[in-house]
């Protein structure tokens, strides 16, 4: 059974921290790129940021240089750190493969960015 799931999303300010998590079935993990996917009220799904089974990185242009993709593959889990947090940043967050399965989408995450 596939099984994704996202956690560590709430409110913060702008200009704040805050670190995402997903946890993956291991034959998810072991297979494909994985990604952070994020979805803002009224807009289309994106991929924020990707990376490969060796962590080569990649970066939507509007995150980068704030946001960094890790995985730990021992613990088949891809986490994304998000520094200098904006308003246009609230959304609810997903991870899943690069490209997407429609099998892997979890609940995701709600991230608010407000003062």
């Known amino acids: 059974q596939v099984q994704v799931v996202e956690s560590g999303g709430g409110l913060v300010q702008p200009g704040g921290s805050l670190r995402l998590s997903c946890v993956t079935s291991?034959?998810?993990?072991?297979?494909?790129?994985m990604g952070w996917y994020r979805q803002g009220p009224g807009k289309q799904r994106e991929l924020v940021a990707s990376i490969t089974r060796i962590g080569a990185t990649n970066y939507a242009g509007s995150v980068k240089g704030r946001f960094t993709i890790s995985r730990d593959n021992t613990k088949n889990t891809v986490s994304l750190q998000m520094n200098s947090l904006q308003p246009e940043g609230t959304a609810v967050y997903y991870c899943?493969?690069?490209?997407?399965?429609?099998?892997?989408w979890g609940p995701g995450t709600q991230l608010t960015v407000s003062s």
């Open positions: 899943n493969a690069v490209p997407t399965r429609q099998a892997y």
């Open positions: 291991g034959s998810i993990f072991s297979t494909y790129v």
